[in-house]
């Protein structure tokens, strides 16, 4: 496995707190925790190599039905 990058980053406090009981909730330090959520939305995003997992959102777009336009002469068409 290669090195990890070491670099500094400035967080507000307030932002800091809510990462910090979120790590904790999911066992993770607050770095891992913010290196989790800066992978999943890469991966979200399709920047990361690999398969894209879907989302409920992508899901019920490819869900819902096309909309068709409406054949001339039937109602709400202009001729």
Known sequence: ???KKNFALRLDPKLYEVLERWAND???SVNGHIEYLLREAAS???RLPGPRPSSASDRSSKE???ETEPEAGE???EE
Do not use: D, I, K, L
């Open 26 to 28: 999911e066992f993770r």
């Open 75 to 77: 109602p709400g068409t």
């Open 44 to 46: 979200r995003a399709g």
């Open 1 to 3: 496995m290669a090195p």
């Open 64 to 66: 819902a039905s096309p």
